[in-house]
């Protein structure tokens, strides 16, 4: 049979044809496999030996132990132990053993008899040693005074947990592990297993639970030192909380007040305290804030505005948030003006490096002799570009934000205790950033609560040039007994050799 002859009219047609048929065909061969990698990607996540799922419930009843516990502690309740609580099983036996005897004060009785020994009571306190694991045995001989039959026994010491076993440092290594080294409590009992350790993901929350509850009040202290700042930072950032019955995560948020006037040449210690909220409505920071006075560099959320006419707070604004957007539109367009705007900017932050410092009334010297003309000139210069491009592009939209926000950075210029950013804010998000890649989510209000007061601590001991685990073990072995009216000789900086 004759084949049909393709007309030259007929041929244009059949071109486009065939091309988009081949178009299609190949857009259905890569949904295919995208669909097979989706397929063994869900039969390894339910079916797998390492299953993501396991890991992903590990992590979600972490997130739920750990506020569990600090409201059990916070109500002083005793501790709900389930009828399948695993039995507590012995610290293994090589484990090195610190032999700690604590005698009374005195060798004889109040009667003025001798005592004689008679037994002793032993509690056996799991410590951690960076590096290894050693157990402190307390031993506390009991004394019979020969005369009258009266005993006498040294008292133990108080406990970071009351009946429980971990010692300071241990805690103390636990809450650092999780909040600035990122690991979660389930990565780190399988290390712990390693040794030869039964310590549970379970254990373990309960412990950060009622660790991060002791710890609130020296939390709460470095707030009320970091709200004291005539300037503060502030910025914020989503993470995920469980929403109860629903199996599901909603979005809550993090905030962050820091302090730092070492830009100035002060000696004021640095702070970081760190708030939780279920949501971003303005009606948090205005609780955060309510009785701060002075200026706030801040971004430009709109919650933000009622603190600003209402409240005595002055608006700083980010010259970060404004370059970031023109550097947005450079690497996407390779645009010649927003180029030109980021070598302006570096002007203005050249002249912040040479004025890091200073006092602050040198600070304004420098500023106005060197950053006013260039800020001038770059306001006056994205206006005139402004009405040479395209209103709804991208470069409009940055420049549009850029003038809107630079009016509010202006007072910088003038004020030697101000900032030309939120850097100081922005740097206090990163380990929060960083751990929610590996813990995901907060289990509770309680829960992020916990986690604020284990950011307030180890930030703040880490802008102060102090060493989190070291401090942290030394003040979770002191706090137990120390008067909260002399929580301030615990912070940081009051114990910083």
């Keep these: 049979m004759a084949e049909a002859m393709i007309l030259p009219e007929d041929y244009g047609e059949l071109k486009e044809f065939t091309t988009q048929l081949l178009a299609e065909i190949k857009a259905q061969a890569m949904l295919i496999e995208k669909l097979r990698h989706q397929v063994a990607g869900q039969k390894a996540w339910r079916y797998g030996s390492t299953s993501e799922q396991t890991k992903q419930l590990m992590l979600a009843l972490e997130a739920s132990e750990v506020p569990e516990a600090a409201m059990t502690a916070k109500m002083k309740l005793p501790p709900d132990e389930p009828k399948d609580k695993p039995k507590r099983r012995p610290i293994p036996g090589h484990i090195p053993r610190n032999n700690i005897e604590l005698l009374p004060p005195k060798d004889h009785c109040t009667c003025g008899g001798a005592l004689r020994r008679i037994g002793e009571d032993v509690t056996e306190e799991l410590e951690y040693v960076p590096g290894r694991f050693v157990v402190n045995k307390i031993t506390r001989p009991r004394f019979a005074c020969k005369r009258c039959e009266q005993f006498a026994q040294a008292v133990l010491p108080s406990r970071p947990i009351e009946r429980g076993r971990p010692g300071p440092g241990l805690l103390a290594h636990v809450l650092v592990s999780k909040y600035a080294d990122h690991l979660p409590l389930y990565r780190q009992s399988q290390i712990f297993e390693r040794d030869g350790l039964d310590l549970d993901r379970s254990t373990l929350a309960d412990w950060v639970g009622k660790t991060t509850t002791l710890l609130a009040p020296l939390a709460d202290a470095i707030g009320k030192h970091a709200l ?15 929403a109860p019955g629903t199996g599901k995560t909603k979005t809550g948020r993090l905030w962050v007040y820091a302090r730092d006037e070492r830009p100035w040449g002060s000696d004021v210690p640095p702070a970081a305290w760190y708030q939780f909220s279920e949501d971003r409505r303005g009606a948090h920071p205005k609780d955060h804030l309510s009785k701060y006075k002075g ?17 005595g707070i002055k608006e700083v604004a980010c010259m970060v948030h404004i370059r970031r957007k023109f550097v947005d539109v450079h690497r996407s367009q390779g645009s010649a003006i927003a180029e030109e705007a980021i070598l302006r900017i570096s002007q203005l932050y050249a002249v912040e490096k040479e004025a890091r410092g200073s006092p602050p009334d040198q600070r304004v010297a420098i500023r106005q002799a060197k950053a006013k003309p260039v800020f001038d000139d770059l306001e006056d210069w994205l206006g005139k570009q402004l009405m040479t491009i395209s209103g709804k592009s991208p470069l409009a939209q940055a420049m549009r934000y850029a003038l809107t926000r630079m009016r509010r950075l202006r007072p910088y210029l003038a004020n030697g205790i101000l900032e030309l950013d939120n850097n100081t804010a922005e740097r206090a998000m990163r380990a929060i950033a960083l751990g929610r890649k590996n813990y995901l989510f907060v289990g509770s209000p309680a829960g992020g609560r916990a986690a604020a007061v284990a950011y307030t601590l180890i930030e703040t001991a880490k802008l102060n040039g102090v060493d989190p685990q070291t401090w942290l073990a030394d003040t979770i072995a002191r706090i137990p007994d120390y008067k909260i009216t002399r929580v301030n000789e615990l912070l940081p900086w009051s114990v910083k050799p």
């Design 228 to 242: 004291k700042g005539k300037a503060i930072f502030t910025d914020d950032t989503p993470v995920n909380m469980l």
């Design 295 to 311: 200026w706030m560099h801040a971004d430009g959320y709109a919650g933000y505005e009622e603190l600003y006419r209402d409240h």
